[in-house]
């Protein structure tokens, strides 16, 4: 997994930093900030939370950014970071006891635009996105305390996401209010057991569709020397 994403990252990032040095030494940005609410069904794992006595994870929370620039007319290509978290309780739940089952995943992601609308008010794209994430699933129990995770080594990756999707946005010069949806292919396999975790889950799977809504800024100025 290192070696794969250490390729196509500095493959994408020799690529642009070449075009930007023959076209210009100034090249238009557009920053992104986002929210939004994965729908996942993560079976394995929510068949051990209720057996826990635990709530199931169904619609989780995501925070993210993105930064992208156009590398020709209809494609703009970028790098966008997200970060997918939340915890659920007993059910019902007992103000007595600190039982508790929390997700947590970090993913950065390679991104392709394609704008095929750029007027002054409206903005709309479809894109296509592979990255690579790490996965944490800690568990407090009667009968369980511990962590399943799935994290590369040396800042890298363990596990492999792809999205695809599309974005419509409403703004004038350069600030824009942004709607989007998507797919998710988000597996995470070969998981990392610590402390006293139950051998029931062998895969996280968080795939699933997503909306999102957030800012965009249009138009910020980069310089390459």
């Known amino acids: 997994m290192k070696d794969y994403f250490s390729i196509v990252i500095c493959a994408v990032l020799t690529f642009v930093l070449q075009w930007g040095h023959a076209s210009a030494k100034e090249f238009p940005v557009t920053a992104r900030l986002f929210a939004g609410a994965p729908v996942t069904d993560p079976e394995d794992l929510n068949a051990e939370m209720t057996a826990e006595g635990l709530k199931e994870f169904g619609t989780i929370s995501m925070l993210g950014v993105e930064a992208t620039y156009p590398l020709v007319k209809f494609l703009d290509v970028g790098f966008r970071y997200a970060r997918r978290s939340d915890k659920q ?41 592979v990255g690579g994430t790490n996965t944490s699933f800690k568990i407090e129990t009667a009968t369980q305390d511990g962590e399943l995770a799935r994290k590369g080594t040396d800042g890298w990756f363990g596990s492999l ?53 957030g800012l965009m800024f249009d138009g910020v100025t980069a310089r390459s020397k």
């Open 89 to 129: 309780k007993e059910l019902p739940e007992d103000p007595a006891t600190e039982d508790s089952g929390e997700i947590s995943q970090d993913s950065v992601s390679v991104i392709a635009r394609v704008p095929f609308f750029s007027g002054k008010i409206i903005r709309a794209d479809v894109f296509a996105a």
């Open 161 to 213: 996401v792809t999205t695809v999707g599309g974005s419509v946005a409403f703004g004038y010069q350069g600030f824009f209010l942004v709607f989007e949806g998507g797919l998710e292919t988000n597996k995470v396999k070969s998981l990392t057991r610590t402390g006293t975790v139950s051998n029931n889950v062998d895969t996280i799977d968080l795939s699933g569709t997503y909306a999102s809504i």
